[in-house]
């Protein structure tokens, strides 16, 4: 009597779209569009995007950089497409969003979406300062990459003054540093010391830095302990702190630095020529060899600097791969060494992820891993088994999401035009698997992507708590959205309310052909069952192709609905899951086929339903006979 027999696979890993199908580790898709690996284990809808500001910013072309400091959002953008004069500094204050309710009168399909109640608005910051620090327009036409470091607190020992004897007179500013006359050490000036003297008892700054706001009820602590630090390739670097943006004399001619990087306490500055500036330690200002600060040079066009573990800066060039030790120490005892001769980095693309250096090279999406060896790493390609979905684009840039344990880096449809309404961007999103194996999946979206942040942000009119990552993504045509926020896709060209604006989106995994380790046997399929988490309602097509896609094997597709009281599944209707809410749920699909294998695709379109997560895929089915 044949015997009923049950397979469970989780469901974890990437995409795979090179590796033959009874060659795939089990869990791994073999298309997960629009789906994330789940950093414990599984696979996640996507969350929708939304405009940060109902209409474009400001100015003209694409929005060049986007950064978040002391939980205000900054941006720059030219003042014209055509013929810019400047760029200018923005101010956002994002639009408030409330969740659609029956209670507040919105319409049954506006329910769950978050409908746009108060505008924003952009303010223009114009205390821009030269490296004279007198008034000045940042020329147009760069593209923006930040740092944030504090430079304020951490200067200690020494024996000489970057500004001589202390003076009781001086009103100190951030980042300045003095020496206390008696005792010899250095000692950094706090924003709110401006008119206090030192503690003649205890050497040293009596009076904290009041900036840094601490809640101990949640144990919160919001502000920044440092300043932000950019470089555009079109001006020199800056240094930002809140209220004025003021330039850095780097010494060199030009004076245009296109990459940034704080280690060892140190600014560094990288020219395309392949020059690194090195600030004197403390003093991103000080680029004087007579304190210390310093330069190397490489043999190829500089494209990224990261800082890495073990107090190594990584820089790329764009064929090759350096290793920068010593930097926090005297710069006569540091060394260059060159790791990689034949890989490098496109610019934008290097960042760290949890002790990972990850960045997309001509290879692919490298790692940087860390050895046993101190300060050593070795080159690990991780794109190989996706990069067929990345034939035709060209990577962006790239940020790492803490909060979801990720890192992204954004492609361009070369298919379309720049700036075209139609264009789309391609997101790989990388995660950390359980802090071990990273999992690759991708995600489309229609929006033609130029700059981006992720950072820290705390904002209650958002529907936030405590303090969370947000992603930002600045778009050609001068849009800000803010990513992983709703269940929907946004269209700002549609003629509407912003209700109608909200566009529904696809998500599918296709699960590759799997034989349940019996190639040669057929089987009669009876029932899937699916492990699901969603918070509310969801409602999934499935198919199920049988024999490596057969004609004689019909393709099965079904629905089981699943009462969110309670009820029992039927058959009577067919084409979808559906299931309720905020519980685990197994659901049952009615299968039936005959085949050696089969391969699952189960499929979503909607722009209400929040996102779900697949975590395992369980098979009933008995043997039958031996296929010859």
Known sequence: ??????????????????????????????????????YNTGYTRINGYRPVLAAALPGGGPIRGIFIFDNVIYIFRDDAEVSPTKCQLWLIQPDTYRIGSEADGDAPEAWGLNILDVAGSATEQTIIKDVADADILLEPGGFYEFTLHNFKASARGGTGAYLGVWDSSTKYVIGQQVTYPDAGPLYVALQDNKNKQPDTQTSHWSVKDDSISVDYGSHNISGNSGNIYGVDGKNPAFEFDGTTLKQIDSSYTPNVPHHIEANGNRLALGFREGEVAMSAVGDPFNFDPVFGAGSIGTTDWLTAMMAGPDGVMYIFCKDKTYLYKGMGGPLEESQLVKHNKNVGAYPYTAKMLAGHGLFYDTWGLTELEVTEVYGDVITNSISTNIQQALVGTQPNVADTYSDKAQYRIWFKDQTSAIGASAATSTCLIVTLIQGEKMGITHARYPLDVYSMCIDEYRADSWNLSGNVDIHLVGTYDGYLYQMDVGNS????????????????????ITLPYNSLGSPHKVKKFKKMMVNIESEGFCDLDYAVDFSFGARYQPKETGTDQLDPTGGRWNISNWSGFYWGVGITNYLEGYINGHAENLAVTITNTSRTEYPYTLKDISYVYEFLRVEH
């Open 1 to 38: 009597m044949p015997q009923n027999r049950l397979k469970t696979y989780a469901l974890s890993g990437g995409e795979d779209l090179v590796t033959p199908d009874l060659e795939m580790p089990d869990g791994m898709t073999r298309l997960a569009f629009n789906m994330e690996q789940n």
């Open 489 to 508: 896709f946004y269209d700002p060209g549609i003629v509407g309310t912003e209700l109608e604006k909200q566009i529904a989106y696809t998500s599918y």
